[in-house]
């Protein structure tokens, strides 16, 4: 027999066992792909609560370190090392490491609860439509729609111009989003993205709707303002879209505004030391004050 076709007849069921192996391995990497978009949120949310616990373990470890210096400058001024301004500027800095110690540990809550929101908001299905990242585009156009609509709209034009005039201070904020927000924004609402990738879109997204929303609120107040505005209270697309939106946004705004609450309690402490009267000097002994000889009671023999 030919040697030629006395290999193929032995090794004929290579190429049938390799492609099999090639398809399943492909169904196995689809399936396990189709998963980890499902969850991409939830990993998202679980990451951002890693990084908030390692951010509040490193503000507690410069508390300890504040705290241990102070301690070491008191004790210099004890040995007239050190002087009370020392003192004083050890103790504002570990006020300052305690303020953010705490605003951490705040954070941690509130990651806590994202995750928990994230974890309620698991799609049961795999449709595209409904995955994490989907969503988060779909959130994104729509955002990008609401202002082309003031863009295109020539009525809009005449009659709220300040969302297109940049030096509008609230116009030019949400303009410098929108940059940033298009930076991270993936190709495709199917693109391959890292937990860490999606939290950082996700966060773009929340602080673009919050840009716009105030550029929208302020254009709206000039119009008012100039009487050019159509009747109605409110813009017409500020109705919520979702409560999963609006619940990003406002835990990402509470960590924001957790942050500036250990900075205003910094100021606070330290304006509270510096208004906290110092101890009177004590009066040398030839200045004090003698108590009025006591008189003996009358009709007492001496």
């Known amino acids: 027999m030919d040697p030629l076709w006395a290999s193929i007849a032995e090794f004929w069921w290579i190429a049938p066992t390799a492609v099999g192996a090639g398809t399943l391995g492909w169904f196995g990497l689809r399936g396990q792909r189709s998963v980890n978009e499902r969850r991409l949120g939830y990993q998202a949310a679980k990451h951002q609560l890693r990084e908030a616990r390692?951010?509040?373990?490193?503000?507690?470890?410069?508390?300890?370190?504040?705290?241990?210096?102070?301690?070491?400058?008191?004790?210099?001024?004890?040995?007239?090392?050190?002087?009370?301004?020392?003192?004083?500027?050890?103790?504002?800095?570990?006020?300052?490491?305690?303020?953010?110690?705490?605003?951490?540990?705040?954070?941690?809550?509130?990651?806590?609860?994202?995750?928990?929101?994230?974890?309620?908001?698991?799609?049961?299905?795999?449709?595209?439509?409904?995955?994490?990242?989907?969503?988060?585009v779909a959130e994104h156009d729509a955002v990008i729609a609401r202002w082309m609509d003031y863009e295109t709209d020539?009525?809009?034009?005449?009659?709220?111009?300040?969302?297109?005039?940049?030096?509008?201070?609230?116009?030019?904020a949400y303009l410098r989003v929108y940059a940033e927000t298009q930076q991270l924004r993936p190709a495709t609402p199917r693109s391959p993205m890292t937990p860490p990738q999606f939290a950082a879109y996700r966060d773009a997204v929340a602080r673009l709707q919050h840009a716009f929303d105030t550029a929208e609120h302020e254009a709206w107040r000039r119009a008012r303002g100039d009487g050019s505005a159509p009747s109605g209270s409110r813009p017409p697309g500020a109705a919520a879209s979702g409560w999963m939106p609006r619940a990003q946004d406002m835990i990402n705004r509470s960590v924001e505004?957790?942050?500036?609450?250990?900075?205003?309690?910094?100021?606070?402490?330290?304006?509270?030391?510096?208004?906290?009267?110092?101890?009177?000097?004590?009066?040398?002994?030839?200045?004090?004050?003698?108590?009025?000889?006591?008189?003996?009671?009358?009709g007492r023999a001496e």
Do not use: H, W
């Open 154 to 172: 020539p009525a809009k034009l005449i009659s709220f111009p300040a969302m297109t005039d940049p030096r509008v201070p609230s116009t030019a």
């Open 54 to 136: 390692a951010d509040a373990a490193g503000k507690r470890v410069a508390v300890r370190i504040a705290r241990a210096e102070l301690a070491q400058t008191q004790g210099e001024k004890a040995a007239s090392r050190a002087t009370s301004t020392d003192v004083a500027t050890a103790r504002r800095l570990l006020q300052t490491a305690q303020a953010n110690a705490r605003s951490a540990t705040a954070a941690v809550r509130t990651r806590r609860l994202q995750v928990t929101a994230a974890r309620a908001a698991l799609p049961s299905t795999t449709d595209a439509a409904a995955l994490p990242l989907a969503k988060l």
């Open 257 to 298: 505004v957790l942050t500036q609450a250990g900075e205003v309690f910094t100021i606070a402490g330290e304006a509270m030391a510096a208004r906290k009267p110092k101890n009177a000097p004590t009066p040398p002994p030839s200045a004090r004050p003698t108590a009025p000889p006591t008189k003996p009671p009358a």
